[in-house]
Structure formats: structure tokens, C-alpha cells
């Protein structure tokens, strides 16, 4: 696993995840339902000497999971550096989805972040990270509209969800990607 002060700092970080509840109406199927709160770990047990680790989730986790519930990050989110980019990074990708692209008003970001600055200290940082394009996927673009409100559009990078398909070839048991 790696030095002591690893494991001691892995298995803090666990503690601390197990510790965290969380409180929704969505369902593990993806309806609504009754409010639940739970946590995302139901139990981490230490194995042995060696130092094991046995991490049990929560039944509403692996429920979701299982049910393909679960929004997949891209594994460039953990190289993101700022808590706001990476704010960002996650309201992107959950409303674009699978569509091309998706808009919204700088003031309704503005709502769905929760940040106590003024709107006009939000939009300032928020034109810093859109000129920087740092985003892994996806781009995102300020649409000034004159009198109007500016929105804000995000969609994927071209070429950023391609998927690479697996191939047999008659003569070979193993499979090669294209």
C-alpha cells in the first residue's frame, strides 16, 4: 500500500467520507421519491497486519451504481487546480449529458453555485475560467446578447467522447482497438 503515513492518511480520508451524510430525493433508479439521507460508506474494516483495507458501501450507492445512476467524472477532474474550476467542471458535465450542448443564464450558475460573492465578483471569475479553456471535455463560452442577460453554453470538446471500439478478427482469439 505503500509508507504508514499513507495508510494512516488514506484510512483518515475514509473516516471522514464515512462521517459525511447526504440528504436527496432521487432515487437510486433515477425517480423521486422520499426524502433519505445517507452516507456514501457504510463501513471500512482494517484487514490485517499487511494493512487490508475493506471498504463496504451503502446500499443507495451501489444501487445507483448497479443501476448506471452514477455520473462518471472524466479522471483529468482530479488535475483540475482551482475548487471553482473543478465547481464548474461538475455543473457542466452533469447538464450537458449527452446532449451537444447546453445553455443557461450567467445569473441561474450564479444561483446553482451557493457562492456568497456578488454576482458581479461571480461573473469576473467566471470569464477568467472560460478564457483559460482548461476544462478536460468540455468547452464553455460566454454568449454576451447585447441588453439581455449573458448565458453561458457548454458542450463537449470535438472528439472528447469518442469511443474506441473493440474488434475480433477471425483469425486471433484476442480482441485489438481500432
Do not use: C
Amino acid at each position: 500500500m505503500g509508507s504508514g503515513r499513507e495508510y494512516t492518511l488514506l484510512r483518515a480520508s475514509l473516516e471522514r467520507l464515512q462521517g459525511t451524510r447526504y440528504t436527496t430525493n432521487i432515487q437510486p433508479d433515477g425517480g423521486f421519491g422520499a426524502e433519505q439521507t445517507f452516507t456514501l460508506i457504510e463501513d471500512v474494516t482494517v484487514g490485517d497486519s499487511r494493512g487490508h483495507l475493506e471498504v463496504r458501501l451503502s446500499g443507495w450507492l451501489q444501487a445507483a451504481v448497479e443501476e448506471r445512476r452514477v455520473l462518471q467524472l472524466s479522471a483529468a477532474y482530479l488535475t483540475i487546480p482551482g475548487n471553482y474550476e473543478r465547481w464548474l467542471y461538475r455543473v457542466v458535465r452533469k447538464h450537458v449529458g449527452q446532449q451537444p450542448y447546453f445553455q443557461m443564464s450567467v445569473s441561474t450558475l450564479w444561483g446553482k453555485s451557493g457562492k456568497g460573492s456578488p454576482l458581479p465578483r461571480f461573473k469576473y471569475e467566471l470569464r477568467k475560467v472560460i478564457e483559460a479553456n482548461a476544462l478536460p471535455d468540455y468547452g464553455v463560452y460566454w454568449l454576451d446578447r447585447g441588453k439581455q442577460e449573458a448565458l453561458v453554453a457548454m458542450g463537449p470538446r470535438p472528439g472528447a467522447f469518442e469511443t474506441k471500439r473493440r474488434t475480433a478478427s477471425a483469425d486471433t482469439a484476442r480482441g485489438e482497438w481500432e
